[in-house]
């Protein structure tokens, strides 16, 4: 199936015909870049330059199509201080801490 441009529940996505909110979810969040898109705005809103500099210059092009779907998905939103992240896109970065301790715990036990 090609990607979608713009994955959102009850479209068909990668993994899920129906377009399970779950599969959409995976779908957006899996693509190359997004999940660093939305981690380097954690901290606050980023004009496009400077968060191109905090994803390791990630190219323009690819940066633009992302905070794109993230803008379409209502994750993100341009604001007087650049993109920053929505009360969504904050409630996504909360259900992703989970994940982020999982991460050190697994690092720990690798090293173990």
Do not use: N
Request: with cysteine; net charge neutral.
């Amino acid at each position: 199936m090609p990607e979608d441009p713009h994955p959102r529940p009850g479209r068909p996505v990668r993994g899920s015909e129906t377009g399970r909110p779950l599969m959409a979810a995976l779908d957006l969040l899996g693509r190359r870049w997004t999940l660093r898109v939305i981690w380097e705005l954690r901290h606050g809103g980023a004009g496009f330059r400077e968060l191109q500099r905090r994803c390791e210059r990630m190219s323009s092009s690819v940066l633009a199509t992302r905070l794109g779907e993230l803008t379409e998905a209502l994750i993100v939103e341009t604001g007087e201080d650049g993109y920053r992240l929505t009360p969504l896109g904050e409630q996504l970065l909360d259900a992703l801490h989970p994940l982020e301790k999982w991460g050190l715990t697994w690092e720990k036990a690798l090293e173990a």
